[in-house]
């Protein structure tokens, strides 16, 4: 990873390391990754409640996605398969739901503990293809410090 997503890591897990409440962990994290990554123009986290996904913390301008159903959407497909997906051309990918016209490319990383989806980290940017195999790595990473905090969570 660059020195970047690295300071970004170490920043995330400084602040889980000291924090019990999952809502506070989640805000810190959108808050971190937002503020060292300056592609992220959008920098979310939805829980899954049932079988929709709930639009928790976020970074960004408010979206009117704020439940999608598993399946819909690039975030509903990320649930649904159990692993991450990364759009380099937003527009020309079928299953995704606009947010902002600003919007060129997405990440979204499920958040799972013992196979479990528990929710997704969603990573919009304003740049085409901002997303590399770091931004996999560092994302996956975070996904899964943040696990173990939202499993004992209560529902959104
Ligand atoms: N683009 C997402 C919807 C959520 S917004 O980006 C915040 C999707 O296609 O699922």
Not at 42 to 57: F, R, S
Not at 65 to 80: K, N, Q, V
Not at 82 to 95: G, H
Not at 109 to 125: C, R
Request: proline content about 8%; overall charge negative; hydrophobic content about 40%.
């Amino acid at each position: 990873m660059t020195d970047r997503h690295q300071h970004a890591l170490d920043a995330i897990r400084g602040a889980l390391a000291g924090e019990p409440d999952p809502q506070q962990a989640m805000e810190a994290t959108v808050t971190l990754l937002s503020t060292h990554l300056p592609d992220y123009t959008w920098t979310g986290i939805y829980l899954l409640d049932g079988n929709e996904l709930c639009l928790g913390p976020f970074v960004g301008r408010p979206s009117p996605h704020t439940r999608i159903p598993l399946g819909r959407g690039i975030c509903g497909a990320a649930a649904a398969e159990k692993a991450t997906i990364v759009v380099d051309d937003v527009n020309a990918d079928p299953r995704y739901l606009a947010c902002s016209i600003d919007t060129r490319s997405e990440i979204v990383v499920p958040i799972m503990l013992d196979g479990d989806v528990l929710g997704e980290l969603d990573i919009d940017s304003s740049r085409p293809a901002a997303f590399t195999a770091d931004d996999r790595e560092l994302l996956e990473k975070v996904a899964a410090l943040l696990a173990p905090g939202l499993a004992g969570r209560a529902r959104p």
